[in-house]
């Protein structure tokens, strides 16, 4: 498997000082940051009066992103020709008794050659000035933000289901405009009639297959997705529950507990995911790595990413992107390709590594349907 390139941007190491030979009085915490690249999401960080090594934000781009910014006209304000990184400090306490948003300064900083040559390189390390007119009269004068920005490859396989998970469809590699077949999917319903789904919805297994057609990951139904009391919805207070699973190498025909994938849905029409990793030595021990609201009409896309894990993770790599997928929402009125994966490459040592974001991504998919209200004559009052 060869997988595409990306580049990581990091951005981090955020610190303000006002030197005291400024005479300059310094602004009044709490201080934060909007930091922005064009045509990405704007990030918003704390920004503290002490050293603090965190990373604020990462922005992940591939080929076409660095392109783009690259081009002409890229989307800079201050530099027509050349798209920029933009972090804005403001101070939210103010100065001299104003309680408001106030602008201490900006840095900026130029997206270069350097960011498509798919090298680590550190742009910025350390103090710079950021006051306005660089030390002039005004609010912010002579203040400085240490920071850090760095880039960093970061590949990842992307991956494609190429129709519903429900009708046991082909997965396929892409890379660049090529598709090669990867995986299999096989979906089975066990034994339920409709009836039964009308008050429950279990027995949902998807199971991946290699292309010899071995069994290399499976996701099933583990607690059954049904309505709560009184109400039509699956509810936080019992969420539906898959069980992600690898074949076990010590034991033919068994499978090896890897993660849980909890769905509920919200008022509103949101669905919220809540994943574990399961510690193979202590069930007691799971990790809560992500939850996420995703859209019920949309779609949208459930990830991991170690950097905004709720407990500490230990994994290869320092953190940051380990996988995304992006599904469909309820009904196709919003036309979304099938479930599309990536995995970062330093999580994947072998095929079977592969297969089992595969299986957690076709259980993604599937709850979407696994969560909608069930048929009911009178109002929901949940």
């Not at 106030?102 to 950021?130: A, D, S």
């Not at 129709?163 to 396929?172: F, M, N």
């Not at 407990?311 to 953190?319: C, L, N, T």
């Not at 479930?339 to 079977?352: D, G, N, P, S």
């Amino acid at each position: 498997m060869d997988p595409q390139a990306f580049v990581r941007v990091s951005v981090g190491s955020l610190c303000l000082r006002v030197p005291s030979e400024s005479g300059i009085q310094a602004p009044s915490p709490p201080c934060v940051c909007e930091i922005r690249l064009p045509g990405f999401p704007v990030q918003t960080a704390p920004v503290p009066f002490e050293d603090n090594n965190k990373i604020a934000t990462r922005f992940y781009l591939v080929r076409s992103d660095v392109e783009a910014l690259l081009a002409p006209g890229g989307g800079c304000f201050y530099a027509p020709n050349h798209a920029c990184l933009e972090i804005v400090v403001f101070s939210t306490g103010g100065w001299f008794g104003f309680k408001r948003k106030q602008h201490i300064g900006t840095f900026k900083l130029g997206v270069g050659r350097e960011w498509g040559r798919g090298k680590q390189v550190v742009l910025v390390n350390g103090w710079i000035g950021i006051g306005k007119n660089n030390g002039g009269a005004g609010a912010g004068a002579g203040a400085e933000l240490h920071l850090r920005v760095k880039l960093e490859p970061d590949p990842r396989y992307v991956f494609q289901f190429e129709d519903k998970v429900k009708l046991s469809p082909q997965i396929v590699q892409i890379q660049g405009s090529i598709k090669q077949p990867i995986f299999s999917c096989e979906f089975t319903r066990g034994r339920s009639d409709v009836e039964t789904e009308r008050r429950e919805r279990k027995g949902w297994k998807v199971t991946i297959h290699d292309l010899s057609g071995s069994a290399v990951a499976a996701a099933m139904i583990s607690t059954p997705f049904v309505p709560s009391a009184g109400c039509d919805r699956v509810g936080r207070s019992n969420p539906g529950t898959w069980l992600i699973v690898s074949p076990d190498r010590c034991r033919r025909q068994s499978w090896q507990p890897w993660g849980k994938l909890e769905a509920w849905r919200e008022r509103g029409g949101s669905i919220c995911f809540r994943f574990h990793l399961l510690v193979r030595e202590s069930r007691e021990a799971d990790l809560l790595v992500s939850e996420i609201l995703i859209n019920a009409d949309r779609g949208g896309a459930f990830y991991i990413d170690i950097d905004k894990a709720a407990a500490p993770v230990s994994a290869s790599g320092s953190g940051g992107f380990v996988m995304s997928c992006r599904v469909q929402g309820e009904g196709g009125r919003f036309r979304t390709p099938p479930a599309f994966v990536q995995v970062a490459k330093r999580f994947v040592t072998c095929i079977e590594d592969a297969a089992i974001f595969m299986a957690l991504s076709a259980a993604v998919d599937l709850s979407i349907e696994a969560c909608k209200p069930f048929p009911r004559h009178r109002r929901c009052s949940c």
